[in-house]
């Protein structure tokens, strides 16, 4: 593949392709070849039916802009180890449903006012039919706003956001995950914007990763970390990249001063997504936890890209 027919994504950087800016829209110069248009159901993660997996990937060079522009051939794909032949292939460009979990603890502080810019900047390369809703946690989360295309009614929510009282994390995250049912939309996401100390959550550790690996949501983290000393707030960065990377989401480790480009990238990446889709060579219908992994081969010229999946899927089991 030629590969000038790849763009590579970023705040306003250019590199081999036009990125071109209209207001606060975002447009990229069409591919070479165009691929073709699957069933426009996609899910946000991982889809199983009798016989197909559909499953999303984002790419991103090393300086960790998102990559689009490659075919069917830059892709390898495993379940369970075993080399798969990619049956389906697309962008995901439809609307998405997000839910913005937001931390307002006592250990944010100063924090919030660059968080709110985060999430500002997030909420500014929304499309039209997308829909989000917001829940804050402190010693307790809170749906603050139910599902909407009014991202104003959130903004002006986090304008009174306080920092106050402990972490409840691991129960937000259930929270959102339980409005996030309420979408109809099939691509869906979680934005986590928190220092990852949890010390005052109901639910375990556990408990909330069963249900994120039983649902179809991608989750995103921005971690604003420092300021703290607990064993609580020590552990929050592997907590969030843990939650996160299972999804096939990230991680994004941010100062303050950071946090609006971060968020703006994430919001790229969630609409710069490819679909693999492929009918297992093991078909047996076991009801077991298959690992997925993809493998990227760069055009010739370009530099070792990195993908990022959701790592497995449960098998139907009739």
Partial sequence: MNPRGVVLLAGGVILLAPLLFRGQDVSVTPRPKSAPKEDSTHPANIRVNSNLVLIPVSVNDPLNR???????????????????????????????????????????????????????????????????????????PRLVVPLTKDTGKIEEELIFSKSKGSTALLDAIYMALQEMRKSKKNKRALLIISDGGDNNSRYTVKEVKDLIQESDVLIYSIGVFGGGSTPEEAGGPELLAHISEQTGGRMFFANPADLPDVAKKIGIELRNRYILGYSPENQVRDGKYHRVEVKIIPPRGLPRLQAHWRVGYNAPDR
């Fill in 66 to 140: 998102p990559v689009s522009g490659l075919e069917r051939e830059n892709f390898k794909l495993y379940d369970d180890k075993v080399l798969q032949t990619i049956t389906n292939f697309a962008m995901d460009d439809e609307p998405i449903a997000a839910g913005l979990v937001f931390d307002t603890s006592g250990s944010m502080g100063e924090k919030l006012k660059r968080s709110r810019m985060a999430a500002a900047e997030f909420f500014r390369i929304a499309d039209p039919e997308d829909e989000f809703f917001l829940v804050e946690f402190d010693s307790k």
